[in-house]
């Protein structure tokens, strides 16, 4: 797990993010038992993470428009790409990005990403927005967990054994950013397919 602090540039992320979900907008995602995630997610790229009560899986349509997800903006991409070299990962080509919007009070309960193919690729993540506190205990759910305060343009590339790490979100606590508000964006750059 490879903290890069202040790596990307929120402002020149913002147009491309606002032109993703003007095609595919934000929607709470259900689980399988029928509860909403506290999350709004979209995404962009080849392959688009979803879930319902059918389970979780990636798709090449976004069941909401019925059409493939928008593009992965270029920008979204070469960040994605310039992060995944910094932290050893080079070559690193995501097929798919999942945007995460938090509002104060949401959170996300431990989990591990294991819908993907090839977890030889890594996982970047990008914060933007107000500050989140990260979560990430191990291979186990269970047990001591290690806390990381990302903020605004912090990246953060999981690869190797800490791919299969479990990890989360704490409740969002309230606060304001400049430009997006008292909200949290988190793109999740993945290979998937
Ligand atoms: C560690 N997102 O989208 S990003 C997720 O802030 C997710 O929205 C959180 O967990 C968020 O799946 C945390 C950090 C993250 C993302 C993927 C990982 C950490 C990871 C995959 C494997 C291990
Ligand atoms: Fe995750």
């Known amino acids: 797990m490879i903290l890069l602090r202040q790596y990307a540039d929120s402002a020149e992320l913002q147009s491309g993010l606002e032109s993703v979900l003007a095609v595919s907008p934000l929607r709470r995602l259900q689980t399988t038992r029928g509860f909403y995630l506290s999350v709004q997610s979209s995404n ?13 899986r990636y798709s090449e349509l976004d069941p909401l428009t019925g059409k493939p997800w928008p593009s992965m903006p270029a920008v979204f991409r070469a960040l994605a790409q310039r992060a995944a070299e910094a932290a050893g990962f ?30 030889g690729a890594p996982i970047v993540s990008v914060s933007m ?9 191990g291979p186990e759910r269970r047990g001591r967990s290690r ?10 590339v999981f690869g190797g054994p800490a791919r299969r790490y479990y990890h989360g979100v704490r409740k ?9 508000g008292a909200v949290r964006w988190n793109l999740t750059f993945r290979k998937a397919g």
């Open 44 to 56: 962009c790229g080849q392959l688009g993470w979803v879930s319902d009560r059918q389970g979780y």
């Open 90 to 119: 080079a070559g690193f080509d995501p097929d798919g990005c999942l945007i995460n919007h938090y509002e104060p009070g949401t959170q996300m309960g431990a989990h591990q990403d294991k819908d993907e193919s090839d977890f």
């Open 129 to 137: 927005g107000i500050d989140a506190r990260f979560f990430v205990t």
């Open 147 to 156: 806390a990381v305060d990302l903020s605004d343009g912090d990246v953060v």
């Open 172 to 180: 969002l606590k309230y606060s304001e950013h400049p430009r997006f």
